[in-house]
Antibody
Framework: QVQLQESGPGLVKPSQTLSLTCTVSGGSITSGSYYWSWIRQPAGKGLEWIGRIFTSGNTNYNPSLKSRVTISLDTSKNQFSLKLSSVTAADTAVYYC???????????WGQGTLVTVSS | QSALTQPASVSGSPGQSITISCTGTSSDVGGYNYVSWYQQHPGKAPKLMIYDVSNRPSGVSNRFSGSKSGNTASLTISGLQAEDEADYYCSSYTSSSTLLFGGGTKLTVL
């Protein structure tokens, strides 16, 4: 059974960079035709796809966030990471990592981690 | 890219059927059979209920079904149960190789 777990600071100051890591267990991050995605959800609002990375290292990003987002893989640790630069209060949200099966659906999700942007 | 359009809320009584729509464009919903539906209970992570328009993952009740016509996909829940009360989100693959979610629909079981 694949499991995903987000980790990282719960509080980030405005203008700084938000950094989160997703640890995958129950399977290798490099096996299969999987993408690995980040998704966020502001309190009381809907889901927003941030971006994804394939096992080859290829990435796709949400056009509205592309200039500020970097997603990377660490195959030695079976992890993938999110960096979001120049954050503002609007980036306050629960951040989820998820497995993107065949590149088109999210079949496994982490439990989510709340990141608050505040000074 | 704008979010896919879903009704903000739907409701139904136990035992009844409800349908939630998800409208996009020919560049997403209408262009691919890659629409998924997720159920989210308060404080929990979303759960995949339907993928590729009409396929159910193992373990998902057959009371949940999906379909698509043109640029609109639909999720139908039959035999409504109290436990079905949750938020529901659709998602679609897009022609830009990105993923797009709907705004979400709150289902109330009366």
């Amino acid at each position: 059974q694949v499991q995903l777990q987000e980790s990282g600071p719960g509080l980030v100051k405005p203008s700084q960079t938000l950094s989160l890591t997703c640890t995958v267990s129950g399977g290798s991050i490099t096996s299969g035709s999987y993408y690995w995605s980040w998704i966020r959800q502001p309190a009381g609002k809907g889901l927003e796809w941030i971006g994804r990375i394939f096992t080859s290292g290829n990435t796709n990003y949400n056009p509205s966030l592309k200039s500020r987002v970097t997603i990377s893989l660490d195959t030695s640790k079976n992890q993938f990471s999110l960096k979001l630069s120049s954050v503002t209060a609007a980036d306050t949200a629960v951040y989820y990592c998820a497995r993107n099966l065949y590149g088109r659906t999210f079949d496994y999700w982490g439990q989510g981690t709340l990141v608050t942007v505040s000074s | 890219q704008s979010a896919l359009t879903q009704p903000a809320s739907v409701s139904g009584s136990p035992g009844q059927s409800i349908t939630i729509s998800c409208t996009g464009t020919s560049s997403d919903v209408g262009g691919y059979n890659y629409v998924s539906w997720y159920q989210q209970h308060p404080g929990k992570a979303p759960k995949l209920m339907i993928y590729d328009v009409s396929n159910r993952p193992s373990g998902v009740s057959n009371r949940f079904s999906g379909s698509k016509s043109g640029n609109t996909a639909s999720l139908t829940i039959s035999g409504l149960q109290a436990e079905d009360e949750a938020d529901y989100y659709c998602s679609s693959y897009t022609s830009s190789s990105t993923l797009l979610f709907g705004g979400g629909t709150k289902l109330t079981v009366l």
